[in-house]
């Protein structure tokens, strides 16, 4: 993933295109939260350094095997944390609009 796919609607957000309703933007943020609170647990877990999960470096295949998950959680890791920063963008994005409705129901 490469850039935000909330730019588009940020923007419509700043030229008062996009408005999202508080209550709307109150339950995204409720869901979010447990979301935000999984992919953390799984950064957080490290499953891209197995060192010493499946013995020293002196056991050969406990060598392999390390190098064979870390490559895998590396992925992982890399994929979770991708989703966190867009799921993060995502919120703040709803948040924007809603804000941007309630600035526009107190100017009128």
């Known amino acids: 993933m490469t850039g935000s796919p909330w730019t588009d609607l940020d923007a419509a957000t700043g030229q008062k295109n996009l408005y999202l309703d508080p209550t709307v933007a109150s339950k995204l943020t409720n869901a979010y939260t447990r979301y935000q609170a999984s992919l953390q647990a799984i950064i957080d877990d490290r499953l891209d350094n197995t060192t010493g999960y499946f013995g020293t470096s002196a056991n050969e ?32 994005t709803a948040n924007d609009a809603a804000t941007a409705l309630a600035n526009r129901d107190n100017s009128a």
Request: charged letters at 0%; glycine letters at 4%; aromatic letters at 10%.
């Open 61 to 92: 295949i406990a060598t392999c095997l390390s190098a064979a998950f870390n490559s895998c959680g590396t992925t992982l890791t890399t994929y979770t944390t991708q989703q966190l920063s867009q799921a993060n963008l995502f919120i703040q």
